[in-house]
């Protein structure tokens, strides 16, 4: 009877711990989709600026120098300034092929002195402003629609899939560095790495594709989005860690996406590095259309996470961020994330 009883009890025990198990997991979860931001609006789709309203604002950054939040809108062909509080400044650009001028602006980094560099895919240059808006200085690359630059003490970056597509394309050729470092003469230093054949589905001319940045101990580092793969280089150029970042829940998810295709799928939206942590931001819309979450990882330089934040209140304002350009971020002084939204397009404020 006693063991009986003894017997019981220990059952009741093992399932009470099972059921308190089940219960902490469950708030966990639901603490894991719960934003501790709030979304406001910080320039609309229909709000008036110099007699303009915002077109195809495809990225964001933030000048350190002036703190001036830095718009770039590839459909009106310029970069828009403005303050933190979302006041207009200035812009530069316009569509010609002139020096402030663009016909397909592409990208866009700030060094740390302020100077502001962009690219133009259609003019096949790069173009050096003041971070006041004077002109510096430009010279000739050709690059394609999947080259991102980063610049780095002194140092352009460029990562591109001209190597795969050139412009008079006949036939795929395999891209033969990871990294094109250049000065800002436009002379070409050297290249790191090699790109990697990491299979799969898709062409193997995507496989190079990412974000490059060097660090002040004169590592490299890419994070290719289209495989959701950070490779790290030595000065030397020679590759010293890779990681799948599989730690990161839409990059696993992608990974087990039945209709998952190299080619077709990105892991992530945009990268920056602050010198210290790598900032990432993904979209749980890219494997689930019914989800649009986003998450803001801080990764340190040996692809560990640090920390996590959760964005998912941005649908309230109707947007679609995987509707055309991916969406892009930048951290204010303080604290405050501004994100770009494609289509309406916008930008959100997302307050802590």
Not at 156 to 168: D, E, K
Not at 243 to 258: A, D, F, G, N
Request: aromatic share 16%; proline share 3%; with cysteine.
């Amino acid at each position: 009877m006693l063991n009986k009883l003894l017997l019981n009890r220990i059952i009741i025990n093992i399932f009470t711990y099972i059921y308190i198990l089940f219960i902490m997991g469950f708030v966990l979860y639901a603490q894991e989709k719960q934003s501790s931001y709030k979304c406001v609006k910080f320039i609309g789709y229909d709000d008036v600026f110099n007699k303009e309203y915002l077109y195809k604002p495809s990225l964001i950054r933030k000048n350190p120098i002036s703190n001036e939040v830095i718009i770039m809108d590839s459909g009106n062909r310029c970069l828009y300034f403005f303050t933190e509080e979302g006041k207009y400044i200035r812009k530069i650009g316009g569509k010609g092929q002139g020096p402030r001028e663009f016909l397909g602006l592409h990208y866009l980094d700030i060094n740390n002195n302020g100077d502001i560099y962009t690219y133009d895919i259609n003019n096949q240059r790069l173009t050096i402003f003041s971070k006041d808006g004077f002109y510096l200085s430009s010279f000739k690359y050709i690059g394609s629609e999947e080259t991102h630059f980063t610049v780095s003490q002194e140092e352009i970056l460029f990562n591109t899939n001209r190597a795969v597509f050139p412009r008079n394309y006949s036939g795929v050729v395999k891209i033969d560095a990871c990294i094109f470092v250049y000065d800002k003469n436009g002379e070409l230093i050297r290249d790191i790495g090699k790109p990697k054949d990491y299979g799969g589905m898709g062409s193997n001319n995507f496989y190079g594709v990412g974000i490059p940045f060097k660090d002040k101990e004169q590592n490299y580092y890419i994070f290719l989005y289209r495989v959701g793969i950070a490779r790290k280089f030595n000065n030397l150029g020679k590759l010293i860690k890779e990681s799948e970042l599989e730690t990161i829940e839409t990059i696993r998810m992608i990974r087990k996406h039945k209709d998952y295709n190299i080619s077709a799928w990105m892991f992530f939206d945009d990268v920056f590095f602050d010198g210290t942590y790598f900032y990432l931001l993904t979209d749980n819309g890219v494997y689930d259309n019914n989800t649009k979450t986003a998450y803001l990882y801080r990764i340190d330089k040996e692809f560990n996470i640090v920390n996590k934040e959760v964005l998912n209140s941005y649908v309230e304002l109707g947007a679609t961020p995987m509707v055309g350009r991916r969406p892009s971020f930048v951290i204010l002084n303080s604290g405050n994330i501004l994100m770009t939204i494609y289509t309406p397009p916008q930008v959100v404020k997302f307050i802590k």
